[in-house]
């Protein structure tokens, strides 16, 4: 533990000396501000946006996952770059689980700024066991996004057109909401279907538990997958 | 301690054997020295013996035990320098080694202060690395290989990029390490710091092991048994070493002028490698 510790701080130390990537922890805050202030706004100046807030909130809630999915990925796609993956190829460590725990930290961050919103969102009166019940699938994408992103890409570069790629599967079950309901099973694909679902269970009063049970097991399939590839890739 | 039976290794999803049945063996506390040119195979074989690459064909034991056989408590046995620099650079040279070194067992990892004093960069331990020459990042490649008293050591190049004078104390510091019965395999296209190092070098060529030997043994087979002086007259003549001091000629040339050296005319390493392989060592 007291590695993967060690691991994190300086993770952190290594996002916060660069200056490319401190500058996106602002977003989520500035998340905070638009979904308390900017949407009610909107929703208020827009009445047409009244049918769409839940869509928007959820929209939010997975924006910080996205945002620390790209700044870990980054962190592994400059190791790779630099050559540093390989010291950590010739470590007593395991390097499937080093790997995991490695995602930890995005995902913790990525699950508080999605609980975060929900406490701060003024349209919903979501209890706190759902919220974090809720968050933590929207977390799962951070460490989803970390992986796909430094499997596909080669070089910064090409990390921002994959993590920009990554957004699309994220975001388009969101449409599920918006088209007929026949129509909207076809999302359910994508892993966070199943938590947009969820959250939209949690609002209505319904029974919400086996849509996140379902997003967080195809999640944890996905990313275990991600894993085991990154792991063949990264440290050679 | 390591030994090498009927190593192959071709990479996936290429055809190519880069390694064909290479056999070897490194003795406890000797510095053995592959040396060859860029994409011999040099790297791939220290790749296959720590661990990087598997898949290979053939036999590799390591302390008497296969090298399959072996756990993640083998990376805290050896030691490896890489052959390009590889650290945070925006981490400081301190913090990228305790980071490191936090995941080793903490007995084993040497004092930091004199890690560094060991290679001169002292005085830049606590500066960043994206700060540091490439010659400075080389050594601390070094250090970082030996901090955790590995029994064997890796090193890829290890006079790299590296002034004469820092070249020269890793050079020291590699046969320190031997004395203290480390086992070190050296990969080098360097002539000089194989010679200079090296209990025994193999010559690889296109994956193939040409030659095992002692480099001073190599020398002597494969250069001439004569002496060549030369006098500040400018006057030279060669003469064979067998009974120089009962040769007439020889004591007879050497009191016509001060003489201005005298060379025994071993071969280089260098002139052994190409006479043996037919191959030009630097690219």
């Known amino acids: 533990m007291e590695k993967l510790i060690k691991v994190a701080i300086n993770d952190f130390r290594l996002v916060f000396r660069d200056n490319s990537l401190k500058f996106f922890f602002i977003f989520p805050l500035l998340n905070l501000f638009v979904v308390h202030y900017g949407v009610p706004f909107a929703v208020e100046n827009f009445p047409l946006l009244e049918d769409f807030k839940m869509v928007i909130v959820m929209s939010i809630t997975t924006q910080g996952s996205l945002i620390f999915g790209f700044i870990y990925s980054m962190v592994l796609i400059d190791e790779k770059d630099t050559n540093v993956a390989k010291v950590y190829g010739i470590l007593p460590i395991s390097k499937f689980w080093f790997v995991i725990f490695r995602l930890i930290t995005p995902f913790l961050y990525s699950v508080l700024a999605s609980i975060l919103i929900l406490l701060v969102e003024p349209f919903y009166n979501i209890p706190l066991v759902e919220n974090i019940l809720y968050s933590v699938q929207t977390g799962l994408v951070a460490p989803m996004m970390v992986l796909f992103v430094a499997i596909m890409a080669k070089n910064k570069i090409e990390g921002m057109s994959w993590q920009k790629l990554f957004n699309i599967p994220v975001t388009m079950p969101l449409l599920a909401f918006l088209i007929p309901v026949y129509l909207s099973y076809l999302f359910a694909i994508f892993p966070t279907y199943w938590a947009y679902q969820g959250f939209n269970k949690i609002i209505l009063g319904e029974n919400f538990l086996i849509f996140l049970f379902v997003s967080f097991v195809y999640s944890i399939l996905v990313i275990a997958l991600f894993a085991r590839r990154f792991t063949k890739l990264h440290f050679q | 301690m390591i030994i090498v039976t009927n190593l192959t290794y071709t990479y996936p999803k290429s055809t190519e054997t880069v390694l064909k049945n290479l056999n070897f063996e490194i003795e406890k506390g000797e510095i053995f020295g592959f040396l060859g040119p860029s994409g011999a195979g040099k790297s791939t074989t220290q790749k296959v013996l720590y661990k990087i690459l598997n898949d290979f064909e053939g036999g590799i034991s390591v302390i008497g035990k296969a090298l399959n056989d072996w756990g993640n408590e083998y990376f805290e046995k050896i030691g490896v320098s890489f052959e390009l620099p590889n650290h945070y650079l925006k981490l400081t040279a301190k913090e990228n080694l305790e980071l490191f070194a936090s995941f ?83 990969t080098t296209h360097d002539m000089t710091t194989a010679d200079e190092i090296c209990d025994r070098v193999s010559f690889i060529v296109d994956g193939e092991i040409r030659l095992t030997d002692e480099p001073a043994f190599l020398k002597n087979k494969h250069g001439k048994h004569t002496v060549k002086v030369e006098l500040e007259n400018s006057q030279t003549a060669e003469f064979p070493v067998e009974d120089l001091g009962n040769n007439a000629k020889f004591l007879d040339f050497i009191k016509k002028g001060e003489i201005l050296r005298i060379n025994t005319q071993e071969a280089t390493l260098e002139e052994v490698f190409i006479k043996v392989t037919g191959t030009q060592l630097q690219e």
């Open chain 2, 104 to 186: 080793y067992p903490q007995e084993s990892i040497r004092n930091f202060d004199g890690l560094f004093e060991i290679v001169g960069l002292e005085e830049s331990i606590n500066q960043r690395v994206e700060e540091y020459s490439k010659g400075m990042k080389m050594r601390l490649n070094y250090i970082r290989a030996i901090m955790h008293d590995p029994d064997i050591l890796f090193f890829d190049e290890p006079t790299a990029g590296l002034d004469p004078i820092n070249a020269q104390k890793i050079k020291k510091h590699i046969v320190h390490l031997k004395n203290q019965g480390k086992t070190i395999f050296v």
